[in-house]
């Protein structure tokens, strides 16, 4: 059974309309879980200035995608929210995030957002960040842009 905070918005669509014109629909869990995430990134921002904190949230959110580390509901449920907006900037560049899933994942499939964090109860909160690390056999994730460029280029926008 779900709970009244979930149940009551989970079908809505929010219609947007861009400077342009054009207009398109999101689910609005989808876009409150959105906002939820932006709030943490602003909240923070000073720590995407620290070049070899970036780097390590960089090099951490590849090693997870390694290891397939967050393809599942649940896996990104316990997702930090610094990995998680390093993962949003990496799919903002559809082109080049379908190309590293699928060239370099082991089952050669695009890694799709499953989890929004505002259908579940309103209190669930981002997990504390604790770096990746994996007892398996050593594998690479290298992403085909500069991902560290790529958050600093999203600061603009915030």
């Not at 989970?10 to 861009?18: D, G, L, M, R």
């Not at 604790?130 to 994730?141: I, L, Q």
Request: hydrophobic letters at 35%; charged letters at 20%; a positive charge.
């Amino acid at each position: 059974m779900g709970n009244s905070y979930s149940s009551s918005i989970s079908y809505i669509e929010a219609k947007i309309q861009t400077s342009d014109g054009q207009t398109f629909e999101i689910p609005y869990d989808a876009l409150v879980d959105h906002i939820l995430l932006l709030r943490q990134v602003i909240k923070h921002s000073e720590i995407w200035q620290q070049e070899k904190k970036l780097n390590s949230f960089v090099e951490d959110y590849c090693r997870r995608m390694a290891y397939q580390a967050f393809t599942t509901e649940r896996q990104q449920q316990k997702l930090p929210w610094q990995i998680e907006w390093i993962w949003h900037v990496h799919r903002l560049h559809p082109v080049a995030y379908s190309n590293d899933c699928i060239n370099q994942l082991p089952d050669h499939k695009v890694v799709d957002k499953n989890y929004i964090r505002s259908s579940m109860k309103k209190h669930q909160h981002y997990h504390s960040f604790v770096p990746f690390k994996s007892t398996k056999h050593r594998s690479t994730f290298v992403p085909s842009l500069d991902l560290a460029s790529a958050v600093l280029r999203q600061i603009d926008f915030l």
